[in-house]
């Protein structure tokens, strides 16, 4: 087996084929507001409890 799902190099495939470059953004002076730092905080620890290393992994019994 490999250590690696082979999901990972679809993922990889679709992030070279997007780009990983973003534009900037239109007004980086003005801080985060306390609401939005909160949905932020929430987002990422969404993305903590839903990733799956190993995503799509199928047995055989």
Known sequence: GTLASQ???VVA???VITGL???QPL???TPLDGSR???A???FALLVITFVPNPLAF???
């Open 27 to 29: 007004n980086d002076i």
């Open 7 to 9: 999901v990972w190099l």
């Open 37 to 39: 730092r909160l949905w």
């Open 21 to 23: 470059r973003h534009p």
């Open 13 to 15: 495939m679709l992030l």
């Open 41 to 43: 905080l929430i987002a």
């Open 59 to 61: 047995h055989s019994p």
